[in-house]
């Protein structure tokens, strides 16, 4: 079958769930048999997600080939259980990067190069990157920021174009927003109206709209919605607020999403599949009764979704245990050694959060001390897992000064130091050791047992690393060094195996956990906290 290309774009305003709304419209294809990809096409100028702070940009999520992509790529792998790639999420800045690369060469014969045809044709080139390789039937391509961005305008002509170009092979959602004047007890379809007419006056007309909503939206306004926007009222489907993300395919599901997507297509229909493993998980979550209280420290707690695939992760696991997450925020910066049993009191087990730099990492240690000391299940991640080792040496091998060379560059006592390949770098953006690596593990650690195997893969985003001189004086001292790489010999995991649970990786578990396959270390984490 030929690749069939589905565009998501969104209007009214940003922040409606457009990522949600296209693996949503994935896993309903996926469960029809059909091999489906997303993309995310991102319109700002930074070449990727990675120079960016989670204040402009929420989490930056890595792929098994090292790509520093947008978070909502995480969304795509969770529901879809298939890995993305450096393919699936292309910038602004990538676009120009390499269409001026081309031009540096000489590849347009010097020919003026131009918004269009040269940046649509590499943007359309791109779009289509995924299906050309043949193994996919369907590549879903989100569009992120809001029709009527200048910084949309190249991306939605090419869209455009390919509308033109694929015919029946090509099919637009747009997503919108429905506000709810309370007042005037009425939801608005106005600015709904409005957005498609933008997207008209670029030459797209919307083939399926997806009206987000607190409320329900009456047939009336939904047919309203179809006769202003030339839209057939069955392809007016509503996203109404519900308690979990995860939900969201079930209630497209019930307005037959997929199903008019299919017809469009010129598809062949078929029985409504029963998403059996989807239902179950929802139906333990919704089914827990009892909760399990997890404290998670980091700087940035303002803001959640800094620690997206965390959340996720922690929420998987803690449903696969069937059990609520409470998951605490806890600002490291106001942690400190007075303090820390207060804001760590209730916990069933605490994540000492990845990160950059100095800021909130007395209160990191402070947790740790505390966390070790009365043996609470602790769960230390890339810089988390840093700072154990830190807190070790300082507070058990009496180094007081021990430190990461990322935070003091002359320290005496470097337990955490710069790697050899990171010394000769200078550039920030994707020089980190980043995608997936092996790692062995001790046949009788805590994560060997977790993963039910001593040969892991995982994914990782850091330049530091634990310094292997000081390899034997923390074993001796009762933290082992229970996972390596086989090929360097860099520390990836460490234990004190003497503690109930005390675990902390430099890899990232959390980009790899999926709601059909629980990272198996979260899930032994949150059974480890509830047996506290
Ligand atoms: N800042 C640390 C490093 O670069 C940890 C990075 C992280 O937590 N992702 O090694």
Not at 232 to 243: L, N, R, T
Not at 259 to 272: A, D, N, Q
């Amino acid at each position: 079958m030929e690749t069939k290309y589905i565009f998501v774009t969104g209007g009214v305003v940003s922040s409606l769930g457009k990522g949600i709304i296209s693996a949503s419209v994935a896993k309903l294809l996926q469960a029809r048999g059909y091999n489906v990809t997303i993309q995310k096409f991102d319109p700002y100028i930074n070449v990727d997600p990675g120079t960016l702070n989670p204040y402009e940009h929420g989490e930056c999520y890595v792929t098994v080939d090292g790509h520093e992509a947008d978070l909502d790529l995480g969304h795509y792998e969770r529901f879809l259980n298939v890995q993305t790639t450096r393919a699936n999420n292309i910038t602004t800045g990538r676009i120009y990067q390499n269409v001026i690369n081309k031009e540096r060469r000489g590849d347009y014969l010097g020919k003026t190069v131009q918004i269009i045809p040269h940046i649509t044709d590499e943007i359309k080139r791109n779009v289509k990157l995924l299906g050309t390789k043949k193994q996919f039937d369907f590549v879903i391509t989100e569009i992120g920021g809001t029709v009527g961005d200048i910084e949309s305008l190249p991306y939605l002509e090419s869209v455009r174009q390919l509308r033109w170009e694929m015919g029946k092979n090509c099919l637009c959602i747009h997503l919108t927003y429905v506000p709810y004047i309370a007042a005037a007890k009425e939801l608005k379809s106005k600015p709904t109206q409005h957005s498609v007419k933008q997207l008209q006056e670029v030459g797209i007309q919307p083939d399926i709209l997806v009206l987000r909503t607190e409320h329900e939206i009456s047939a009336d306004v939904r047919k309203k919605v179809a006769l202003f926007c030339n839209v057939d009222p069955a392809a007016v489907v509503q996203s109404i607020d519900v308690p979990s993300i995860y939900e969201v395919p079930l209630n497209m599901q019930k307005q037959h999403l997929d199903e008019i997507v299919l017809k469009k297509m010129g598809m062949p229909v078929g029985p409504t599949p029963e998403m059996k493993p989807w239902k179950s998980f929802l139906e333990r979550m919704k089914n827990a009764t009892e909760t399990v209280h997890i404290g998670l420290v980091g700087k940035y707690v303002e803001l959640p979704d800094a620690y997206k695939s965390i959340n996720e992760s922690l929420f998987q696991a803690a449903t696969y245990n069937d059990r609520k997450l409470d998951l605490h925020l806890i600002h490291s910066e106001k942690v400190n050694d007075s303090n820390v049993a207060e804001w760590l009191s209730g916990m069933d087990g605490v994540i000492i959060a990845p990160g950059f730099g100095q800021r909130g990492i007395e209160g990191k240690f402070a947790a740790l001390k505390y966390t070790r000391e009365h043996d609470i299940p602790t769960f230390g991640i890339c810089l988390g897992m840093q700072c154990m080792v830190i807190e070790f040496a300082r507070n058990v091998l009496g180094y007081s000064d021990a430190n990461s060379t990322e935070m003091e560059v002359n320290v005496k006592h470097n337990v955490i130091d710069l790697m050899e390949s990171q010394k000769s770098i200078s550039n920030m953006g994707g020089t980190m050791r980043l995608g997936e690596y092996d790692c062995i593990l001790q046949e009788d650690s805590i994560p060997a047992k977790a993963y039910g195997t001593t040969h892991i893969k995982e994914r990782h985003r850091h330049r530091f690393e634990f310094n292997n001189e000081y390899r034997d004086e923390f074993e001796k001292a009762g933290m082992k060094c229970v996972g390596e790489n086989p090929d360097t010999h860099l520390v990836e995991v460490v234990e004190i195996p003497s503690l109930k649970w005390f675990v902390g990786v430099q890899y990232h578990p959390e980009y790899g956990s999926t709601v059909i396959k629980p990272n198996p270390l979260f899930v032994d984490f949150i059974k480890a906290a509830i047996q506290k």
